[in-house]
Protein backbone atom coordinates (compact mmCIF):
# COMPACT_ATOMS: atom_id res chain seq x y z
CA UNK A 1 0.00 0.00 0.00
CA UNK A 2 1.11 3.20 -0.86
CA UNK A 3 1.57 5.28 2.46
CA UNK A 4 3.63 8.18 4.12
CA UNK A 5 5.71 7.29 7.83
CA UNK A 6 6.79 10.05 9.94
CA UNK A 7 8.47 8.23 12.76
CA UNK A 8 8.64 10.34 15.04
CA UNK A 9 5.47 12.52 16.77
CA UNK A 10 7.08 14.83 18.75
CA UNK A 11 10.47 16.27 18.53
CA UNK A 12 11.63 18.43 21.12
CA UNK A 13 14.76 20.62 20.96
CA UNK A 14 16.46 23.77 22.43
CA UNK A 15 16.99 26.94 20.51
CA UNK A 16 19.88 26.61 18.05
CA UNK A 17 20.53 23.10 17.96
CA UNK A 18 19.93 21.27 14.80
CA UNK A 19 16.89 19.02 14.24
CA UNK A 20 15.92 16.40 11.95
CA UNK A 21 12.19 15.23 11.16
CA UNK A 22 12.15 11.56 9.38
CA UNK A 23 10.21 10.74 7.00
CA UNK A 24 9.64 7.42 5.16
CA UNK A 25 7.40 6.72 1.81
CA UNK A 26 6.87 3.49 0.28
CA UNK A 27 7.91 2.78 -3.08
CA UNK A 28 7.17 3.87 -6.82
CA UNK A 29 8.41 4.55 -10.21
CA UNK A 30 7.44 8.06 -10.17
CA UNK A 31 7.10 10.20 -6.89
CA UNK A 32 6.67 13.50 -5.67
CA UNK A 33 7.57 14.42 -2.09
CA UNK A 34 6.64 17.45 -0.01
CA UNK A 35 6.79 18.98 3.70
CA UNK A 36 4.09 20.80 4.88
CA UNK A 37 4.37 23.02 8.24
CA UNK A 38 1.46 24.14 9.64
CA UNK A 39 2.06 26.60 12.76
CA UNK A 40 -0.40 26.90 15.48
CA UNK A 41 -4.14 27.91 14.86
CA UNK A 42 -2.75 28.48 11.00
CA UNK A 43 -3.58 26.17 7.85
CA UNK A 44 -0.89 24.25 6.05
CA UNK A 45 1.80 25.58 3.96
CA UNK A 46 4.12 23.86 2.11
CA UNK A 47 7.77 23.95 3.12
CA UNK A 48 9.48 22.30 0.07
CA UNK A 49 9.24 19.93 -2.38
CA UNK A 50 10.82 17.27 -4.73
CA UNK A 51 10.18 16.33 -7.91
CA UNK A 52 13.46 15.17 -9.38
CA UNK A 53 17.05 16.08 -10.52
CA UNK A 54 18.95 17.24 -7.24
CA UNK A 55 18.00 14.95 -4.32
CA UNK A 56 18.72 17.78 -1.64
CA UNK A 57 16.06 20.84 -1.49
CA UNK A 58 16.11 23.58 0.04
CA UNK A 59 13.52 26.12 1.65
CA UNK A 60 13.79 30.04 2.30
CA UNK A 61 14.49 29.57 6.19
CA UNK A 62 17.07 27.51 6.32
CA UNK A 63 15.13 23.47 6.36
CA UNK A 64 16.76 21.28 3.82
CA UNK A 65 15.38 17.63 2.91
CA UNK A 66 17.30 14.60 1.05
CA UNK A 67 15.32 12.28 -1.14
CA UNK A 68 17.31 9.17 -0.81
CA UNK A 69 15.70 6.26 -3.06
CA UNK A 70 17.58 3.56 -1.95
CA UNK A 71 16.00 4.03 1.48
CA UNK A 72 13.00 5.63 0.72
CA UNK A 73 13.51 8.67 2.56
CA UNK A 74 12.77 11.63 2.52
CA UNK A 75 13.92 13.26 6.10
CA UNK A 76 13.93 17.09 6.89
CA UNK A 77 16.79 19.12 9.08
CA UNK A 78 17.55 22.33 9.80
CA UNK A 79 21.05 23.00 11.68
CA UNK A 80 20.24 25.87 14.11
CA UNK A 81 16.23 25.92 15.10
CA UNK A 82 14.63 29.04 16.24
CA UNK A 83 11.60 29.23 18.62
CA UNK A 84 9.78 30.43 15.71
CA UNK A 85 9.75 26.95 14.15
CA UNK A 86 7.62 25.47 16.81
CA UNK A 87 4.79 24.55 14.50
CA UNK A 88 3.59 20.41 13.21
CA UNK A 89 5.37 19.32 10.23
CA UNK A 90 3.57 17.18 7.53
CA UNK A 91 5.52 15.07 5.21
CA UNK A 92 3.61 14.05 1.71
CA UNK A 93 3.54 12.37 -1.30
CA UNK A 94 1.97 12.39 -4.21
CA UNK A 95 2.49 10.02 -7.54
CA UNK A 96 1.04 10.56 -11.62
CA UNK A 97 -1.80 8.97 -10.09
CA UNK A 98 -2.73 11.88 -8.72
CA UNK A 99 -3.67 11.09 -5.07
CA UNK A 100 -1.53 12.63 -2.01
CA UNK A 101 -0.79 10.39 0.89
CA UNK A 102 0.28 12.54 4.29
CA UNK A 103 1.79 10.67 7.09
CA UNK A 104 0.50 11.75 10.64
CA UNK A 105 2.85 14.42 11.53
CA UNK A 106 5.40 15.53 13.75
CA UNK A 107 5.18 18.32 16.31
CA UNK A 108 7.99 20.48 16.43
CA UNK A 109 8.88 22.21 19.92
CA UNK A 110 11.61 24.58 20.38
CA UNK A 111 12.52 25.16 23.77
CA UNK A 112 14.54 28.35 24.78
CA UNK B 1 -8.68 33.56 -7.01
CA UNK B 2 -5.42 33.68 -5.25
CA UNK B 3 -5.94 30.85 -2.88
CA UNK B 4 -8.02 28.04 -2.16
CA UNK B 5 -10.81 29.68 -0.38
CA UNK B 6 -13.35 27.74 1.93
CA UNK B 7 -16.67 28.67 3.75
CA UNK B 8 -17.70 28.96 6.43
CA UNK B 9 -14.45 28.98 8.64
CA UNK B 10 -16.09 28.32 11.22
CA UNK B 11 -19.76 26.01 11.77
CA UNK B 12 -21.16 24.96 14.67
CA UNK B 13 -24.34 22.52 13.93
CA UNK B 14 -26.59 20.39 16.14
CA UNK B 15 -26.13 16.48 16.25
CA UNK B 16 -28.32 15.29 13.49
CA UNK B 17 -28.43 18.71 11.46
CA UNK B 18 -26.93 18.34 8.08
CA UNK B 19 -23.97 20.98 6.95
CA UNK B 20 -22.49 21.84 3.81
CA UNK B 21 -18.84 23.09 3.49
CA UNK B 22 -17.66 24.69 0.33
CA UNK B 23 -14.35 24.57 -1.46
CA UNK B 24 -13.25 27.29 -4.18
CA UNK B 25 -10.39 25.71 -5.50
CA UNK B 26 -7.44 27.92 -7.22
CA UNK B 27 -8.32 28.50 -10.87
CA UNK B 28 -7.04 25.87 -13.52
CA UNK B 29 -6.33 23.63 -10.70
CA UNK B 30 -7.89 20.53 -11.95
CA UNK B 31 -7.16 18.00 -9.02
CA UNK B 32 -9.06 18.90 -5.48
CA UNK B 33 -8.59 17.40 -2.35
CA UNK B 34 -10.41 16.99 1.15
CA UNK B 35 -8.78 16.05 4.44
CA UNK B 36 -10.31 16.25 7.52
CA UNK B 37 -7.56 16.96 10.21
CA UNK B 38 -9.11 15.99 14.03
CA UNK B 39 -7.25 16.51 17.33
CA UNK B 40 -3.99 14.35 17.55
CA UNK B 41 -4.68 12.20 14.22
CA UNK B 42 -3.34 14.11 11.52
CA UNK B 43 -4.63 14.71 8.39
CA UNK B 44 -7.00 11.92 7.37
CA UNK B 45 -8.11 11.72 3.59
CA UNK B 46 -11.84 11.78 2.40
CA UNK B 47 -12.07 12.36 -1.49
CA UNK B 48 -10.54 13.15 -4.31
CA UNK B 49 -11.11 14.99 -7.82
CA UNK B 50 -9.31 14.93 -10.92
CA UNK B 51 -10.73 16.59 -13.65
CA UNK B 52 -13.73 14.88 -15.50
CA UNK B 53 -13.10 11.51 -13.74
CA UNK B 54 -14.53 9.37 -11.24
CA UNK B 55 -13.64 10.61 -7.90
CA UNK B 56 -11.71 8.46 -5.26
CA UNK B 57 -13.91 8.30 -2.54
CA UNK B 58 -12.49 5.60 -0.36
CA UNK B 59 -11.66 8.03 2.22
CA UNK B 60 -14.92 8.70 3.54
CA UNK B 61 -15.76 7.75 6.88
CA UNK B 62 -19.82 6.78 6.66
CA UNK B 63 -22.36 7.07 4.10
CA UNK B 64 -23.03 10.25 5.76
CA UNK B 65 -20.45 11.96 3.71
CA UNK B 66 -20.50 12.75 0.46
CA UNK B 67 -18.92 15.59 -2.07
CA UNK B 68 -19.38 17.14 -5.23
CA UNK B 69 -17.57 19.05 -7.64
CA UNK B 70 -19.15 21.39 -10.19
CA UNK B 71 -18.19 22.41 -13.31
CA UNK B 72 -14.49 20.84 -12.67
CA UNK B 73 -14.32 24.18 -9.68
CA UNK B 74 -16.40 24.55 -6.59
CA UNK B 75 -16.71 21.40 -4.48
CA UNK B 76 -19.09 20.73 -1.88
CA UNK B 77 -18.86 18.42 1.13
CA UNK B 78 -22.07 17.50 2.59
CA UNK B 79 -22.04 15.36 6.16
CA UNK B 80 -25.70 14.37 6.91
CA UNK B 81 -27.09 13.19 10.59
CA UNK B 82 -23.19 14.95 12.30
CA UNK B 83 -22.30 13.35 15.33
CA UNK B 84 -20.41 14.75 17.70
CA UNK B 85 -17.25 12.72 16.00
CA UNK B 86 -17.93 14.66 13.08
CA UNK B 87 -16.18 17.89 14.97
CA UNK B 88 -12.65 18.76 13.07
CA UNK B 89 -11.32 20.83 10.64
CA UNK B 90 -11.87 20.32 7.22
CA UNK B 91 -9.31 20.90 4.97
CA UNK B 92 -9.92 21.26 1.25
CA UNK B 93 -6.60 21.65 -1.08
CA UNK B 94 -6.12 21.79 -5.03
CA UNK B 95 -3.22 21.04 -7.32
CA UNK B 96 -2.45 21.58 -11.39
CA UNK B 97 -1.02 18.66 -13.22
CA UNK B 98 -1.03 15.99 -10.73
CA UNK B 99 0.62 17.84 -8.06
CA UNK B 100 3.57 18.03 -9.59
CA UNK B 101 3.44 21.94 -8.71
CA UNK B 102 2.76 21.12 -5.28
CA UNK B 103 -0.54 21.58 -3.72
CA UNK B 104 -2.28 24.29 -2.16
CA UNK B 105 -4.78 24.46 1.01
CA UNK B 106 -7.57 26.16 1.77
CA UNK B 107 -7.27 27.53 5.80
CA UNK B 108 -10.00 25.02 6.50
CA UNK B 109 -13.35 24.87 8.02
CA UNK B 110 -13.73 24.56 12.15
CA UNK B 111 -16.68 22.21 12.72
CA UNK B 112 -18.37 21.83 15.76
CA UNK B 113 -20.64 19.29 16.68
CA UNK B 114 -22.95 20.15 20.28
Redesign the interface.
Known amino acids: AQSVTQLDSQVPVFEEAPVELRCNYSSSVSVYLFWYVQYPNQGLQLLLKYLSGSTLVESINGFEAEFNKSQTSFHLRKPSVHISDTAEYFCGRGSTLGRLYFGRGTQLTVWP | GAGVSQSPSNKVTEKGKDVELRCDPISGHT ?1 L ?1 W ?1 RQSLG ?3 E ?1 LI ?1 F ?1 GNSAP ?1 KSGLPSDRFSAERTGGSVSTLTIQRTQQEDSAVY ?1 C ?1 S ?1 FR ?3 D ?7 TRLTVV
Open positions: AYYQGLFYQDLASEGRGYTFGSG
